[in-house]
């Protein structure tokens, strides 16, 4: 079962790429499946940080893969973690 911040985050990814939410599963690959540039990461994280009301460090941000991982990572800074 999906999370509130899962479905809004996969929203976001969704809206930013012009696809519909359907289009983007838990697995996709950030840069093979959704051909996911440096740049649009970039302005998919400052709008999920603005939506969400945190900050990603440059660290958390490198090791990110996934559609997964970015939901992790934006959970875990939800909880202070």
Do not use: C
């Amino acid at each position: 079962m999906s999370s509130e911040i899962e479905v809004e985050i996969i929203k976001t990814i969704a809206e930013q790429l012009g696809l519909t939410p359907d289009d983007v599963e838990r697995d996709s690959s950030l840069y093979e499946d959704l051909n996911l540039g440096q740049l649009e990461l970039n302005d998919l994280l400052s709008n999920l940080s603005q939506k969400f009301n945190v900050t990603f460090e440059p660290d958390q941000i490198e090791h990110l893969k996934k559609v997964e991982d970015l939901i992790v990572l934006v959970e875990d800074n939800l909880l202070g973690l």
